[in-house]
């Protein structure tokens, strides 16, 4: 047998078993082998080394891309002198993603503008680079699949949808009162994730005002809030819109500069 064939056979093994960064890698990785003489072992895991990089680069692009988190903002961008309300140590402790091994729930309530969405989406980014599976929706998007599901005939396909992130994130429930086929499927989806899978959810109403999201139904509404507080942080965020705040700035400068 020729070093030859050895080499043909062996791009041939890593072709067949679809490792095509270790493939590319091997000529320069053999003749880096040779000149620093390494051993067999050492060769063989700077060789799989490139392979796992690879396979776990793709699989964190693809979580990304599934993730459809709606910007970049990580919780590092999140400007605490902005917010007195949000506690550092708390988010920094929902940052280690704990939560998530019991499947606890983050409810961030409060009015528009203070951040709400950018806390739920740093979340996000921290779980899909810890290479955890996460969707993000918001109610409005998740009652328009589940009412096109249910037309099309796919309505325990698109449950499973749902059931199956680590973290799902429900942006703003409460901005658009559901119909009750809405609250509905928004029920099924809390229930069936209820202490399996946490879920970030943001919402503009205080818990004693749920019911009217629900369509005045408190019973949904009590049904799901006793699944979603059973294991939750809430974090009740009060103060000034961070969007108007700038506003406010920009408006003040141009004023003094009108003076
Ligand atoms: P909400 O979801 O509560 O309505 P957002 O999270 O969408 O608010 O925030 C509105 C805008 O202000 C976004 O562009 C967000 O990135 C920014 N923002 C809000 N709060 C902060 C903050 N404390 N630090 C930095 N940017 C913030
Ligand atoms: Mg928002």
């Not at 940052?95 to 998530?100: A, D, E, N, S």
């Not at 979340?123 to 249910?150: F, I």
Request: hydrophobic share 45%; aromatic share 8%; with cysteine.
């Amino acid at each position: 047998m020729t070093a030859g064939s050895d080499y043909q056979r062996l791009r041939a093994h890593l072709g067949f078993l679809r490792m095509t960064a270790a493939a590319e890698a091997l000529p320069g990785l053999l003749d880096e082998a040779a000149k620093a003489k390494l051993s067999n072992q050492a060769f063989l895991e700077r060789l799989l080394a490139v392979e796992v990089d690879s396979v776990d680069e793709r699989r964190r692009a693809a979580l990304g891309r599934f993730a459809s988190l709606p910007s970049p903002f990580t919780l590092a961008d999140f400007d605490y002198s902005a917010q007195p309300s949000v506690d550092p140590k708390l988010i920094a402790e929902l940052g280690t993603l704990r939560f998530m091994e019991d499947a606890t729930n983050v409810l961030l309530i409060g009015p528009p503008g203070v951040g709400k969405t950018m806390l739920a989406v740093g979340l996000g980014h921290a779980a899909v680079a810890a290479g955890m599976r996460t969707y993000y929706t918001t109610a409005a998007d998740l009652a328009a699949r589940c009412h096109r599901a249910a037309l099309e005939g796919r309505w325990a396909t698109t449950m499973r949808f749902y059931a199956g992130p680590r973290l799902l994130i429900i942006d703003e429930v409460g901005y658009l009162p559901l119909p009750a086929e809405a609250a509905a499927a928004l029920f099924q989806v809390v229930s069936q994730r209820y202490l399996k899978g946490s879920i970030a959810l943001t919402t503009n109403l205080g818990i004693a005002s749920w019911g009217k999201v629900f369509n005045d139904d408190p019973m949904v509404a009590g049904a799901m809030l006793d699944r979603l507080l059973h294991r939750s942080v809430v974090l009740n965020i009060d103060g000034d819109s961070y969007r108007m705040r700038s506003h406010r700035a920009r408006a003040e400068t141009t004023r003094k500069a009108l003076r």
